[in-house]
């Protein structure tokens, strides 16, 4: 079982204000990954069970649910707060509590940020980043040290309800995010608590073969081929300071088709070498650069990506910078202790 535990008093406080509320929205962060999918539709699908006709649960993604997690139960009611707009603000307006899951701060939902911080409902945090947002939240459930959103998820939902509001349902969304957030139970793995979790959701006779299948086995023809690029034509290998690069302008994502969810685990094909400890992702977008982080060892890649303004895990950490690709590329460089070293592979060059 999950040894930390939580508090008795927040927890008793949060089924209180879930048998008070009649509309609660639930918000994830901007370009949704398996574990904010699977913990915004999880958690919307017990409260389902726990209000029945005496509640509105709305789950909202700030651009919408990415297409390889449509298949997930309840993911035809995810509102895009970009492309239903109207529909969001309205929800918001109308909502008693808000339940932020798989984020530390507002900031992270991107264009909803501002909205949501100003609302005056009852704000509720369940995530397992570090630093969460103590101030704009009235109730967090936080443990950096677990492995996943749904895993905290799931061990809430037993210290308030025992498996009274479990079903298959619920148990495949956590399911997914467990396993995504994890690269399928290859990292972020170390506390036992993680496959005792796993163990409980398998009783729900959830097939996970079936559900691993579908969430990575969905390649189209682009993204394969797009894959194939990235590892010949802009993958840089520093092996004296153990890292790996890749760097994708906008040319590069519109010659093949691609977007941010296609770059899905890219970055850990960079860490797939024996001898990188540490792989980095910039990807331009429109008038801003992401950055994906992966370590392995003793690396803390979470402490780059703060300074880049963002943050993550010890093992995987990102930030979205509000600068070019090239000046982003400067500022990641000199991070990871590469700016003016020659890597031993430019691409199709080596």
């Given at each position: 079982?999950y ?17 008070e ?28 069970c ?24 309840g ?61 704009h ?31 298959r ?5 956590l ?24 163990a ?11 559900i ?42 519109r ?7 296609d ?17 980095a ?55 990871l ?8 592979i430019?691409?199709?060059?080596r």
């Amino acid at each position: 079982m999950y040894t930390k535990g939580f508090d008795i008093q927040d927890v008793a406080k949060f089924r209180q204000w879930i048998a008070e509320t009649r509309n609660v929205l639930l918000v994830s962060h901007m370009n949704a990954d398996g574990d904010a999918c699977g913990s915004l539709l999880g958690m919307t699908l017990m409260l389902d069970c726990a209000k029945g006709d005496k509640g509105l649960m709305t789950p909202v993604l700030p651009n919408g649910c990415p297409k390889n997690f449509t298949w997930l139960p309840g993911a035809d009611r995810i509102v895009s707060g970009e492309k239903d707009r109207a529909l969001w603000q309205e929800r918001l307006k109308e909502a008693d509590m808000i339940i932020c899951l798989d984020l530390n701060a507002a900031s992270r939902t991107d264009m909803l940020a501002e909205e949501l911080s100003q609302a005056r409902c009852r704000k509720v945090l369940i995530d397992h980043h570090h630093s969460p947002d103590k101030e704009h939240f009235d109730l967090i459930f936080s443990d950096y040290a677990i492995s996943s959103t749904c895993e905290l998820v799931l061990w809430l939902s037993y210290a308030m309800w025992d498996e009274r509001f479990m079903n298959r349902d619920v148990a495949t969304c956590l399911y997914a995010g467990l396993n995504t957030d994890t690269g399928g139970f290859a990292f972020s793995c170390e506390q036992p608590s993680c496959f005792e979790a796993a163990a409980k959701l398998v009783k729900f006779d959830i097939h996970p073969a079936e559900i691993h299948n579908k969430i990575v086995n969905t390649f189209s023809v682009n993204r394969m081929q797009f894959y194939g690029f990235a590892l010949n034509e802009r993958l840089k290998i520093y092996p004296s300071q153990h890292v790996a690069i890749m760097v994708f302008s906008l040319d590069d994502q519109r010659r093949f088709g691609v977007g941010g969810e296609d770059m899905e685990g890219l970055v850990n094909y960079t860490l797939m070498m024996k001898e990188m400890e540490v792989g980095a992702l910039l990807r331009e977008e429109s008038g801003r650069t992401k950055v994906s982080l992966r370590a392995k060892y003793d690396v803390d890649v979470n402490m780059i990506a703060r300074q880049l303004g963002g943050g993550g895990h010890t093992k995987a950490a990102g930030a979205t910078c509000i600068m070019p690709l090239d000046k982003t590329l400067d500022a990641v460089e000199q991070l990871l202790g590469i700016k003016n070293v020659e890597p031993l592979i430019i691409g199709a060059e080596r």
